[in-house]
């Protein structure tokens, strides 16, 4: 496999899926194969493994990456440590997945020099691995892309993963924390800017790695979490100061966004 610097300048990786292991002893099947890119990141411990025509050790520092859809036989040579990422390649000017095999590594295993890089992206990663809500599954996204640069920048190749800044989304962005815990509609942002609503989302995906509308709800919902820990505010006075119209909605949208409600979110948090 090999990668040509600079033939994507604008994507994402998106994580379908993650587990965090611990001392794993053995692996359920000697040879597997998975719907989405995926990941062996290794903490402590060693494996073997092969893929197509690659086979070799990983340990602490080493990156296993499988394609799409392809073969991977393993097997343990020391009780292992290791975080399992599924996930997809993402155009950020069209949100819309890359082929499988349009992003390419020079092997299946990559290494990453920089120890203390590394450890600070797997504390955070294992700091975030019982959490669902929308901020920190794309907090785990930033930290999956702090993993490739790091890669991408010891071997010195330019390859960019989040877009470029935006003057028209920066003003943008300054002008939904203006309005943000009051009811607005995007489309007006996305005027005052000079942009269509798909010129906007598109750009706002670029340069956030999310959706405007996600971006505001997951702001919101931090706020609310604030407000349902430190204060006796009733649904409906919380629901104002995020930006809801009522305490039936905002309620709703936390559930949505946090797998609890936020009476269970309040009990659980004090």
């Given at each position: 496999?090999?990668?040509?610097?600079?033939?994507?300048?604008?994507?994402?990786?998106?994580i379908n899926d993650y587990t965090y292991w611990k001392k794993k002893t053995q692996?359920?099947?000697?040879?597997?194969?998975?719907?989405?890119?995926?990941?062996?990141?290794?903490?402590?411990?060693?494996?073997?493994?092969?893929?197509?025509?690659?086979?070799?050790?990983?340990?602490?520092?080493?990156?296993?990456?499988?394609?799409?859809?392809?073969?991977?036989t393993r097997r343990l040579i020391e009780p292992l440590t290791f975080h399992f990422?599924?996930?997809?390649?993402?155009?950020?000017?069209?949100?819309?997945?890359?082929?499988?095999?349009?992003?390419?590594?020079?092997?299946?295993?990559?290494?990453?020099?920089?120890?203390?890089?590394?450890?600070?992206?797997?504390?955070?990663?294992?700091?975030?691995?019982?959490?669902?809500?929308?901020?920190?599954?794309?907090?785990?996204?930033?930290?999956?892309?702090?993993?490739?640069?790091?890669?991408?920048?010891?071997?010195?190749?330019?390859?960019?993963?989040?877009?470029?800044?935006?003057?028209?989304?920066?003003?943008?962005?300054?002008?939904?924390?203006?309005?943000?815990?009051?009811?607005?509609?995007?489309?007006?942002?996305?005027?005052?800017?000079?942009?269509?609503?798909?010129?906007?989302?598109?750009?706002?995906?670029?340069?956030?790695?999310?959706?405007?509308?996600?971006?505001?709800?997951?702001?919101?919902?931090?706020?609310?979490?604030?407000?349902?820990?430190?204060?006796?505010?009733?649904?409906?006075?919380?629901?104002?100061?995020?930006?809801?119209?009522?305490?039936?909605?905002?309620?709703?949208?936390?559930?949505?966004?946090?797998?609890?409600?936020?009476?269970?979110?309040?009990?659980?948090?004090?």
């Amino acid at each position: 496999m090999k990668i040509e610097a600079g033939s994507y300048q604008a994507f994402t990786p998106t994580i379908n899926d993650y587990t965090y292991w611990k001392k794993k002893t053995q692996f359920l099947l000697e040879t597997d194969q998975y719907e989405h890119w995926t990941m062996f990141a290794v903490e402590e411990g060693s494996f073997w493994f092969e893929i197509e025509t690659e086979s070799a050790t990983a340990r602490f520092g080493d990156l296993v990456l499988i394609p799409p859809n392809t073969p991977m036989t393993r097997r343990l040579i020391e009780p292992l440590t290791f975080h399992f990422v599924s996930f997809a390649w993402e155009d950020s000017a069209s949100p819309r997945p890359l082929p499988s095999r349009s992003l390419v590594l020079p092997t299946s295993k990559v290494s990453i020099f920089d120890e203390a890089q590394l450890r600070s992206c797997y504390a955070s990663l294992r700091k975030l691995k019982d959490r669902i809500d929308p901020v920190s599954c794309q907090w785990r996204n930033i930290v999956l892309a702090d993993l490739f640069y790091s890669y991408f920048n010891e071997n010195q190749l330019e390859l960019k993963l989040f877009g470029s800044s935006d003057p028209l989304i920066e003003k943008a962005a300054v002008l939904i924390h203006e309005a943000l815990f009051t009811p607005f509609n995007i489309m007006e942002i996305a005027a005052k800017v000079g942009l269509s609503p798909v010129q906007f989302s598109r750009r706002f995906f670029r340069m956030y790695g999310m959706t405007p509308n996600n971006y505001i709800t997951s702001l919101r919902v931090e706020r609310g979490k604030i407000l349902l820990q430190e204060t006796q505010f009733t649904l409906d006075r919380i629901a104002e100061n995020c930006g809801y119209m009522s305490g039936y909605y905002f309620s709703r949208v936390f559930t949505k966004h946090m797998g609890m409600s936020p009476s269970q979110y309040r009990k659980l948090h004090r």
